[in-house]
């Protein structure tokens, strides 16, 4: 099953792609202007890249509750729910952040151009992957 990670920001979009059973990869990064140009990049990505499921980011708080950033994301996968007709899953997101900053001075060491949301969302569908 090939799996889409989205890494949802407010400025930034990170995208990942992996199959249930392999390595996640960075895809790209897309700018969020509004949520009907972000539901056609996304389409587009699905179409080209055969997705079965999307898998996305939810940045919770290390209590376990809410932030105002994933009520957001919440409505933006309903949103993209009802506009793509895939199964869509959120996976807690919590050490992402962590894990990209260390990963990121490795990259600059080796000078390589990636950018930090699509690591993000990298990192967070290789830990849903891991976890089923």
Do not use: H
């Not at 199959?19 to 972000?38: H, Q, W």
């Not at 999307?54 to 009802?82: A, C, N, Q, Y």
């Amino acid at each position: 099953m090939l799996l889409l990670g989205i890494d949802y920001g407010t400025k930034n979009i990170g995208l990942a792609i992996g199959g249930s059973n392999s390595i996640a990869l960075p895809l790209k990064v897309i700018k969020n202007k509004g949520l009907e140009r972000v539901l056609t990049e996304i389409k587009l990505v699905v179409e080209e890249e055969k997705i079965e499921m999307i898998i996305i980011g939810l940045p919770l708080l290390k209590s376990g509750s809410e932030s105002e950033m994933s009520k957001e994301v919440l409505r933006v996968g309903d949103f993209l729910s009802k506009n793509i007709s895939l199964p869509i899953k959120f996976q807690n997101e919590l050490l992402t952040s962590k894990e990209v900053e260390s990963l990121f001075r490795d990259l600059k060491k080796e000078k390589k151009k990636i950018e930090k949301d699509e690591i993000e969302a990298m990192i967070m569908l290789q830990s849903y992957i891991d976890q089923n």
